[in-house]
């Protein structure tokens, strides 16, 4: 990977928030977009990312200087070259997410018939 940690890490939120956010327009031809000042807003009230305001538009510029990301018409977008980064992250970390998913939902000491308790 050419681009840092921190710049993967937005490109893959930016890359979730459009597949949470184009569900709801599956089946019809439109499609959901966002512009930096949302995605920063929604980043930062999310506290997804525990950075400043100009921190995020520097993670931003520097995917787009690499073309990973595309703003064009006030709209961020990822670049085929983006989303084939996308893909592969959210290949590998797919399923730990799926994992976190279901041990928030499922209560785990259910499952045993011996828990075990100590002393912290």
């Given amino acids: 990977m050419s ?3 921190k710049q993967v890490f937005i490109l893959f939120t930016l890359g979730q928030y459009y597949i949470e956010a184009n569900k709801r327009l599956k089946g019809m031809p439109l499609e959901i977009v ?3 000042k949302v995605f920063i807003d ?3 009230q999310a506290h ?3 950075k400043k305001e100009r921190a995020l538009y520097r993670n931003l510029e520097i995917l787009e200087k690499k073309k990973y990301i595309s703003y064009a018409n006030q709209c961020l977008k990822l670049t ?3 989303r084939r980064l996308f893909i592969k992250l959210n290949t590998t970390y797919q399923p730990y997410m799926n994992l976190a998913k279901v041990l928030e939902k499922t209560e785990i000491a259910r499952y045993t018939k011996k828990a075990q308790t ?3």
Avoid: D, L, W
């Fill in 118 to 120: 100590v002393f912290k």
């Fill in 48 to 50: 997804i990312a525990e």
């Fill in 42 to 44: 929604i980043v930062m």
């Fill in 34 to 36: 966002i512009s930096k």
């Fill in 3 to 5: 681009v840092g940690a």
């Fill in 80 to 82: 085929p070259r983006g």
